[in-house]
């Protein structure tokens, strides 16, 4: 069978086991799970196949499967949830459709998608389910450091030095936490802001990695996330 007809399977299939489970949790998560594990196999022997396999490249999916199922269960209209969950069915088909192309372009969608649907995922769960402090910490350390290291595969450098940038981004993601946890915000601005400090580190580092970096390159990014965050807290009430 061709691969772009199993890409629009793979996305057909994301779109009604989303849509028929989402009401019923205890139902949802084994099912996405299998779904996951399902696709995930799928690429593995696909990669392999054609000789692109790539530990870190492969997760990339993975994150990027779940955190389009964080940014779903986030969103409160049931009418938006239906147009995001047509345009993410899209997306997962153009991202399979795509696994044997290394895009500078498809790379930053991915990472940055991912990174932030995590995000909310996890600040959501700390909002509603209430876990130890360290939990959300850990998690968010972790989704940190995966998605980075993903991201950095194909950077011209040793496997010693992208490990350490991803960990070093992922232990300076973990003290903005430690503060953002105690502000007295929704969930959502505290998702944004970690969001655009993960995109300020991730980017530069980015650039570092691949010998581009410049004054001018690292002063628009930070500039620039300064602006979103400070609209951010500007325009939302603090919670008493």
């Known amino acids: ?48 196949k054609h000789n692109f396999y790539v530990f870190w490249s492969w997760l990339r999916m993975l994150f990027f ?10 969103i409160p209209s049931g009418f938006i949830k239906g147009i995001f969950l047509i ?7 153009f991202l399979e459709l795509r696994l044997l192309i290394a895009s500078e372009q498809v790379l930053f969608f991915e990472t940055l998608l991912s990174y932030f649907g995590l995000a909310l995922g996890i600040f959501g769960n700390n909002y509603y389910l209430l876990p130890k402090n360290f939990i959300t910490l850990i998690l968010l350390g972790l989704a940190t450091y995966l998605i980075a290291r993903a991201s950095f595969d194909y950077a ?24 953002l946890i105690f502000l007295p915000f929704h969930f959502t601005v505290l998702a944004v802001i ?43 009430p603090w919670k008493i």
């Not at 949790?25 to 696709?39: G, Q």
């Open 194 to 236: 970690l969001f655009n400090i993960f995109y300020v580190l991730w980017i530069i580092t980015y650039y570092h990695l691949f010998h581009n970096l410049s004054m001018k390159k690292v002063s628009f990014h930070m500039i620039f996330s300064t602006i979103l965050i400070l609209l951010t807290l500007l325009s939302t």
């Open 156 to 179: 011209p450098q040793s496997r010693q030095q992208k490990n350490f940038f991803a960990w070093f981004i992922a232990f300076c993601v973990l003290e903005v936490s430690w503060a």
């Open 65 to 74: 499967l779940a955190s389009i199922v964080s940014i779903y269960f986030v």
């Open 1 to 48: 069978m061709p691969h772009k007809v199993i890409s629009s399977i793979i996305a057909l299939v994301f779109l009604v086991l989303i849509q028929t489970t989402s009401k019923v949790f205890r139902f949802l998560l084994p099912v996405m799970l299998l779904y996951f594990i399902v696709v995930m196999a799928y690429n593995y022997w696909y990669l392999k």
């Open 87 to 93: 345009f993410a069915s899209a997306f997962v088909y």
